[in-house]
């Protein structure tokens, strides 16, 4: 049993508890089919905490001698952490053919594995529990209210259209069709097509929330002239 003597209880505490808020937010993102998955974010919130504890510990433990005088920042090595972490997150992010940019909410929560790790290496416990706490009401909850109570410009999606008409005179009417559907169309792209007397038409749109893709589909695909409908999310 003399082993369990030389276990350091508060850094055993720390590791757990890091394990715990890491794992809280990777379940969030597993649950979600994300990059960012239970495993990543427990290595991270446990190695960030890790570091930490050994950067404090460090700075007091080899303080130098009396002819010399060392003085070590205690979170020297826990600082390059967040600056480290930057790779894990640009991993993640992505540029979809459509050019909008996915992942960022990831890459941020991956950050914020590193910080919930260093927080609880520190000591600061109930901090980073309760940073925990708001990271699942900023991702969670706030999106919903804000879609149900928000503004009516935060009520809205983007989506890419590309729908193929089979006349050129019938452009126009397709695109005063959408506008009477209330599709906000911010930009339109023409294309002619190698089938003869069959032009593309690629918009760019924002509607609704509450409709669904299928809805949005036999919206567009019942206008006239219509041929092929094609929704990028």
Known sequence: MEWLQLVDVDLIT??????????????????????????TSLVISIISCLLTIVSVESAYTFPGSDDVRIQMDPLRL??????????????????????RISGLTTAALIWGAAGIGIAVGAGFYVEATFGVLLLLISVELLPYMVSRFGPKRLKKRDLTL????????????????????????????????????????????KVNIKHSLPQIYFIIKNIEHVQNVEIIS
């Open 14 to 39: 720390k590791l757990g508890i890091s394990a715990v808020l890491g794992l809280v937010i990777g379940l969030e993102r597993e649950l979600k089919r994300k990059p960012l998955g239970l495993k």
């Open 162 to 205: 590309r729908i193929t008409v089979n006349q050129p005179e019938s452009m126009e009417m397709v695109i005063g069709e959408l506008i009477k559907q209330r599709f906000t169309i911010s930009q339109t792209r023409i294309k002619d097509l190698q089938v003869e007397e069959q032009q593309l038409l690629e918009i760019k749109t």
């Open 78 to 99: 826990a600082a390059q952490i967040v600056s480290g972490i930057g790779f894990l997150g640009a991993g993640v992010i992505l540029r979809r053919g459509n050019e």
